[in-house]
Each structure stands twice: as C-alpha cells, then as structure tokens.
C-alpha cells in the first residue's frame, strides 16, 4: 500500500449514475413524458440528498421507478384515487401526470417527504393532487375513494386493514408487489374476510415496456 496521503476528491464517494431514459419510455408516457421527465430531473437533484431515494435506485430510476408507476395507469378510473404511504411520489405523483382525469390523494406520514410532495405538486402544475400528512390509519378520510394504490408499504396482511377501509363500496384495491405477492396473498386470508376483500388478482405488467426482471406484480381485489 502507498503511504501516499489519497488527495481529498479521491475520498469522496462518487455521486451515483443516473439511468439514461430508456427508448421505451416516450412511447409509453406519451403526450405526459414532459411531466414525467421533469419529475425524473427533481428527483435526480435532490432524491438522494433528501433521502427520498437510494443511492442504489438513481441507477435504475426510470425501470425501477417511473416506469414501474406507471404501469399502474391503465389500471385506474375515473374517480378518486388515495396512494398510500408515496414517499418520493411513486406511484403517486407519476400516476397523477398520466391521468389528469382521476383525482388523487397523496396520503404519507413523513414531514420531510409531505413537504417534497407539495413542492413537486406545485412544480408539475398538478391539478388533480392533494398531500395529506398523515399515517392512513389516522387519516380521518371518508370511505369515499374508488381505488387505493400504494408501492413497497408493507406486506399484505398489514397494507389491507390500512387501505382497505378507505375504499367506497365496490372500490378496488392496486397494490404494487414483488415476487412475495402469492406468499403474502396465503398469509392474508383471515385480513381479507375481515376487511371483505373479494375477487383477489394477480397482474402481471410490463411486458415488452421494462425488462424481464423488473415486470410487475399487482394484487387488485374489490372491496365490499
Ligand atoms: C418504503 S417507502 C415507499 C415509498 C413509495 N411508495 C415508493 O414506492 O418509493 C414506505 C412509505 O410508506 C409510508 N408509510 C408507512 N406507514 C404508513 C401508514 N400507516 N400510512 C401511510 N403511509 C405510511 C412511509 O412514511 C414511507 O414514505
């Protein structure tokens, strides 16, 4: 080993890559990719230094990130739409780009996050997006939301009995999962008696839009 002092610049972690936009990606966001390429920009400056994303994650922001949100648009109706637990935004504020026709409701307990939230609402000029800072549980929402998302949460048998609930009659769980989902969907059954979940589903999405190893899991399920 040298007993060479290392010159200060050598010491410092160098600031992470960022995933160049895929070529799937303009395509698939359409006349939105303008929203979600500004978002992507705010999120590349100051997701890491706010501690909203991992220094891990800017490498795979768009087919990790974005484009795994975004998945979940065509899933939606016209209604209003409560993600749980948004963090930086995701699925959230990159659902609420893709659809200017649903109404949403950003529920998140974290000041820090609650206040990226805002700011990202102004920037974006999102219309449709409200932020409350809140644990869901505690949230004081009426029932009256026709879909609940939420990503990397909790499991199911703890995300149901906190999302579950807000739901209208009739209203529609789209929860992002990982490979776990049929393991989670076993360990949930007594939940989803209680909190009359019916017709539970697995998606699958992404195909021919990410790669292979970052398709998505959805588990989508009716509430009555
Ligand atoms: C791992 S992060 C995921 C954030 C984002 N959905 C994503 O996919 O990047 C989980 C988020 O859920 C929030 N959260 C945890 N418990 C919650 C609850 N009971 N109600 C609402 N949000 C909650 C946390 O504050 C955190 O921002």
Do not use: C
Request: aromatic share 4%.
């Amino acid at each position: 080993m040298s007993d060479v002092e290392q010159p200060e610049a050598a010491q410092v972690a160098a600031p992470a890559v960022v995933e160049a936009e895929p070529a799937a990606a303009a395509e698939f966001f359409g006349e939105h990719i303008d929203g979600v390429r500004a978002f992507a920009a705010a999120l590349t400056k100051h997701g890491e230094e706010l501690g909203l994303i991992g220094p891990l994650e800017l490498p795979r922001l768009w087919t990790r990130h974005l484009l795994n949100s975004g998945l979940v648009a065509p899933l939606l109706r016209p209604g209003r739409v409560a993600d749980v637990g948004s963090g930086a935004g995701l699925p959230g504020l990159v659902l609420a780009i893709q659809r200017p026709d649903v109404d949403f409701v950003l529920i998140e307990p974290m000041e820090r996050r609650v206040a990226w939230l805002e700011r990202q609402v102004a920037e974006l000029g999102l219309q449709n997006v409200t932020v409350v800072r809140a644990r869901s549980e505690e949230a004081r929402m009426d029932d009256s939301f026709t879909q609940v998302t939420a990503r990397a949460v909790s499991a199911l048998r703890t995300l149901i009995p906190i999302t579950a609930p807000l739901l209208k009659d009739g209203g529609e769980l789209v929860l992002m999962k990982g490979s776990s989902v049929e393991r989670e969907i076993d360990a949930a059954a007594k939940v989803f008696r209680k909190y009359r979940v019916t017709e539970p589903e697995v998606l699958v999405l992404g195909e021919g839009i990410v790669p292979e190893a970052e398709l998505t899991r959805v588990f989508r399920a009716i509430v009555h």
